[in-house]
């Protein structure tokens, strides 16, 4: 897959780490740990125990149904580094050019942290990526709203912004 750069490069970079499972602030082994994997295959993996069953419920229905529409594959993971599956969903989701892949964890102040495959950078603003971090993201939102306010956010934004028509004005309000 040919990840882009999001809106800068640091939060690249933050992603990244999350994904790779690397410290802060000295490198570690990356983590993959694919006995964090649920058995079957869901578009959300919570292993940090963010979201309540319901919670999980409407989300993989949501995520499920934006897939069927647009054709573009939305992926949650909630986690708290360094309890994470890390690379092993790479390969457990099939990522590709059409895969989102959403990484929810506190550990580095904005819990919002997003990779997008080239194909989804081709349509989405990488604006879009940043402002949707920014505003339900940033550590006072998730500290007064809670952490699965911030991903139920978030996934509401995506589903939004991924269903209205392109152009020039595409995703320019986070919804």
């Known amino acids: 897959m040919d990840w882009r750069l ?3 490069v640091e939060i690249q970079y933050w992603s990244e780490l999350i994904l790779s ?5 000295t490198a570690k082994e990356g983590v993959n740990k ?10 959300l993996i919570d292993v940090a125990g963010y979201l309540s069953p319901s919670q999980e419920s409407r989300m993989i229905e949501a995520i499920y149904n934006l897939e069927k529409d647009t054709g573009f594959k939305l992926r949650v993971l909630a986690q708290n580094y360094p309890e994470t599956p890390g690379l092993a969903v790479r390969d457990f989701w ?10 929810a964890d506190p550990t580095f102040g904005n819990i ?14 990488r604006s879009f990526w940043s402002r ?3 505003k339900y993201g940033n550590i006072f939102y998730w500290r007064e709203n809670g952490e699965d306010a911030s991903i139920e956010a978030a996934v509401s934004a995506i589903n939004s912004c991924l269903r209205e028509p392109l152009g020039p004005n595409a995703c320019s309000e986070i919804k």
Do not use: R
């Not at 499972?21 to 602030?25: D, E, F, T």
């Not at 099939?94 to 990484?103: G, K, L, S």
């Open 21 to 25: 499972g690397l410290g802060k602030a």
């Open 112 to 125: 919002l942290n997003f990779n997008v495959g080239a194909s989804v950078d081709l349509d989405i603003p």
């Open 132 to 134: 949707l971090a920014g």
């Open 34 to 43: 694919p006995e964090m994997l649920p058995k079957e295959f869901t578009p």
């Open 6 to 8: 999001n809106e800068s």
């Open 94 to 103: 099939q990522v590709d050019d059409n895969t989102i892949v959403f990484v």
